[in-house]
């Protein structure tokens, strides 16, 4: 099973409460799009939205802490795809350029990543 990297819009004006409902937006965003992946099937999702869901507001609240821990999880990942509000995104931005420098297959297409998806399952079926 492959491991893909849901990269997106997770803050809002500020990283903080005062921007709790454009971050929740951001977050249901991501996790509405982590369901459609999942539901391509030969893959499970990683999103980091979820892992750290709004913990801006009682835990580490560097967001450049969020960033270097983002592309730790990244490194773990057999793909990464991109949401459509990714380009609004500083994280998902350095996402994007590291999977590339890294050889990790870059999405923004269901139809892209089912077709890469099922060729993976292909080539790995005895």
Known sequence: MKVVYVAGKYRGKTHDGRSY???HANIMTAREWAIRIIDLGG????TPHLNSMHMELDGKNDPEFWYEADLELLKRCN????IPNWRDSRGAIAEAEFAKANQIPVFESLEHLRVWLEKSQILFTF
């Open 43 to 46: 893959c499970i999702t990683l």
């Open 21 to 23: 409902s454009e971050i």
């Open 79 to 82: 793909a990464i795809f991109l």
